[in-house]
């Protein structure tokens, strides 16, 4: 999502006559996109501010994303060489904002939620040629104990169906055959036109587009997620075999003290709907542990949800209290070695699983879409329908961008390795 809220902004700034610079040193405007979803990446953007100001003396440098929108003013007095600070659903405003800072504005902002129109850019330039991502929904009015989103990207808002169609059938007019559709949560899209589609609807009709034979769709939220989506993938081809559900812990405890709004039963139900589908549809999640009060018996509870749902991957990550959250206050803060301790186990479980998972697919051939090549390994690279990794070598040249047939000979935890059917 941040990578693509980077291209919206290179698409409002080349719509006005700004050009990229090749390098940081010739930039006039240094535009930073952050994160602030778990303290290391906000801790990153000061120092990196810092690096700037040293690569590029008295140059325009603007902070954007969910640290701007965050620590908002504080910016300026922790990095006073920052002179514009711009949240996500202001970036349409972006332009006016740098001609202020231009015309001699200091500490100029860009810091309202409740702007509709976040939406329509003139242009986005995707620097992706493969993958197009396409935003249908934005903000959160979730509210899970541990997350910042809420506050820095603010309460939900669907784009109308139309506009979301008449950007896929660009995308396809521009050469595009896959599309991810995106949104905090995603299966939470409510047509705001008359059309009044859901989101089933919309992934069907997405799919339909002429050109288009890939959509995927993240992150979905348990609570939203239907048998109508399991449906509509199981009779559209072109809607990918994938899902990413995450789920945060397994254990029942936890999971309403992070305010979730599910319990564990109801999220395997949602697993069984999507292991009862015709298409064998892979599932992937994210997981917190070390969240306040995680004792040994609620870990043993996500590693027993590990081994009951037996992901296709996983990313998981340790509790990082954030501003703002009513989770920073709670007590039992699990120490930092202790979180490392967990965290390691359960990769390692789970790289168990994915071994076994992707050694099942050696001998299968899979549809490739090619995003990547490395000659020096003579290799090329690129994901199935269902998100994996397939690295493979082919006789054949110019295969970026190619949907190509793979043989899988070899499995490791994360990838498959293959060589061309032909
Ligand atoms: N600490 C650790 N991980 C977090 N995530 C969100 N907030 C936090 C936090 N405070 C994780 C969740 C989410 C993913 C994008 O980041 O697992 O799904
Ligand atoms: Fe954050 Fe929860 Fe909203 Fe996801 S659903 S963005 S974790 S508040």
Redo the contacts with the bound molecule.
């Keep these: 999502m941040n990578v693509h809220d980077s291209e919206k902004v290179a698409g409002v700034l080349l719509a006005r006559g700004y050009a990229p610079a090749p390098t940081l040193a010739e930039a006039d405007l240094l535009l930073y996109n952050t994160c602030s ?3 290391k990446a906000a801790q990153k953007v000061f120092s990196r501010l810092g690096e700037f100001r040293q690569a590029a003396p008295g140059r325009t440098i603007g902070v954007l994303g969910c640290l701007a929108q965050q620590e908002g003013e504080e910016i300026f007095e922790r990095a006073p060489w920052v002179s514009l600070v711009c949240g996500s659903a202001s970036y349409r405003r972006l332009p006016d904002l740098v001609a202020q800072v231009e015309a001699g504005g200091r500490r100029v902002t860009g810091l309202d939620l409740d702007t509709e129109d976040t939406f329509e850019t003139e242009i986005t330039r995707r620097d992706n040629p493969i993958r197009a991502y396409l935003t249908i929904i934005e903000g959160c009015d979730y509210a ?1 104990s ?4 809420p506050h820095t990207r603010g309460p939900e808002r669907s784009r109308a169906s139309a506009s979301v169609l008449a950007e896929a059938r660009r995308l396809a007019q521009a050469g595009y055959t896959e599309i991810q559709l995106l949104g905090q949560t995603v299966n939470s899209y409510r047509d705001p036109s008359p059309a009044g589609l859901d989101f089933p609807s919309l992934l069907r009709a997405v799919a339909a587009t002429q050109g288009i034979r890939r959509v995927r769709f993240t ?1 979905s939220h348990p609570n939203d997620f239907s048998r109508e989506i399991v449906a509509a993938i199981d009779d559209t081809p072109a809607l990918c075999d994938h899902i990413h559900l ?1 789920v ?1 812990s397994g254990s029942p405890r936890i999971l309403q003290a992070m305010r979730r709004t599910y319990t564990r039963e109801d999220y395997l139900e949602r697993i069984s709907w999507i292991r009862a589908a015709r298409r064998p549809i892979s599932v992937t999640t ?3 542990v070390g ?1 306040p009060g995680e004792t040994d018996e609620d870990f043993a509870d996500t590693l027993s949800l590990l081994e009951a749902v037996r992901f296709d991957g996983v ?8 501003p703002n ?1 009513t ?1 920073a206050s709670l007590p039992g803060a699990i120490p930092e070695e202790e979180k490392a301790r967990r965290l390691a186990a359960l990769l390692e479980h789970q790289r168990q699983i994915q071994t076994v998972r992707h050694q099942s697919l050696v001998g299968a051939t899979l549809e490739v879409l090619v995003d990547a090549h490395r000659p020096a390994r003579r290799q090329w690279s690129g994901r199935s329908t269902s998100n994996r990794i397939v690295n493979f070598t082919s006789p054949l040249e110019n295969l970026l961008g190619e949907y190509v047939q793979v043989s899988i000979m070899r499995a490791g935890p994360n990838s498959l390795i293959g060589e061309q059917a032909i």
């Design positions: 979803i778990r303290e899970c541990y997350c910042v989103v992150t995450p945060q994210d997981l917190i969240f990313f998981a990550f340790t509790y990082s209290p954030r959250t989770a």
